[in-house]
């Protein structure tokens, strides 16, 4: 027996109900989850940067091939340079002691605190030992949960054995919550031929302050979709002895406890190419 046409209208109300309701969950979660989406950018990029093959290629022995990089973080940490005391010193300077300019007494210190990650030393390049430095973006919708050891809360297990030591020894109650970062070899040939990895400056946490990154539980809402004044903190990694002839694929991600680690997602992650000859 057929439906009569009143159950049959019915029906249609409910579903139409039902499609209405979930266009509008569908942009409220476009609205309200953006935090999810926060970015981990790698510098120095390329004119044609490509997040699935990002490659730094250059030969130390060779000045030319280098420069380019040198050049594009020097203009890239142009907008950290200042003349206001920054403690510590969020980045380092882009004044080469060579140039015409005379470092400020606040940005001398950021070289010195920063080395060899500074453009005395042109970032590690000339050695064939690279800096490469790293940024979060897309922050204004996100609130970051920090791992520390001042809340009790599991641990990930695959968290590298030097952050769950960080904790330790800079503790939240004294240092503040840290956003934390970790750069590896993406595949087992990779962790073989990287080398070892120093995060730069060396003195502080590896990650990024959280009462330095402009947050939305820090800035207006309704001004979260302008630029930050300030620039955001900078993490430095520097490798050491990277093998030559060969590239090598680099992965960095974030640990919070809110953004869930995904290798085919670019959420809280960066991969990037070396290649030193």
């Known amino acids: 027996m057929g439906l009569d046409k009143r159950t049959i209208k019915i029906i249609a109300i409910v579903v139409a109900v039902l499609i209405v309701l979930g266009g509008i969950t569908g ?17 120095p990029q390329s004119s044609e940067y490509n997040y699935e093959q990002p490659l730094i290629h250059f030969r130390a022995s060779d000045p030319g091939s ?18 206001v005391p920054d403690d510590p010193p969020r980045a380092p300077c882009s004044i080469h002691r060579h140039d015409q300019r005379m470092p400020a007494p606040n940005c001398e210190r950021a070289l010195n605190m920063w080395a060899p ?13 690279p800096c490469v430095f790293l940024r979060l973006n897309n922050i204004h919708y996100w609130v970051p949960e920090p791992y520390n050891v001042s809340v009790p809360m599991a641990i990930p297990q695959d968290m590298p054995n030097y952050l769950k030591m960080a904790m330790q020894q800079y503790p939240a109650h004294r240092y503040g919550d840290y956003v934390w970062v970790s750069c590896n070899g993406e595949f087992s040939s990779d962790e073989e031929n990287i080398g070892p990895i ?11 302050p959280t009462n330095r990154l402009h ?25 050491e002895n990277p ?13 919070t406890r809110d953004i869930v680690y995904d290798k085919s997602s670019r959420v809280g ?4 190419e070396l290649y030193v000859e």
Do not use: M
């Not at 050049?71 to 340079?81: M, W």
């Not at 990650?117 to 030992?129: E, M, R, T, V, W």
């Not at 093998?243 to 640990?255: D, F, S, T």
């Open 27 to 43: 942009l409220l979660l476009a609205l309200f989850l953006p935090y999810r989406y926060v970015v981990l950018e790698v510098w």
């Open 66 to 83: 280098w420069h380019v990089w040198y050049k594009r973080i020097s203009d890239f940490l142009l907008a950290y340079e200042t003349t």
């Open 117 to 129: 990650c500074n453009a005395d030393n042109f970032y590690g390049f000339g050695l064939g030992k």
């Open 198 to 208: 120093q995060y730069i400056p060396g003195a502080l946490p590896p990650g990024f």
């Open 215 to 239: 947050t939305a539980d820090r800035i207006p809402r309704n001004t979260r979709h302008l630029p930050d004044l300030t620039p955001a903190p900078l993490l430095a990694v520097f490798f």
């Open 243 to 255: 093998r030559r002839g060969v590239v090598i694929n680099v992965e960095c991600r974030i640990w």
């Open 269 to 272: 992650r960066a991969r990037f």
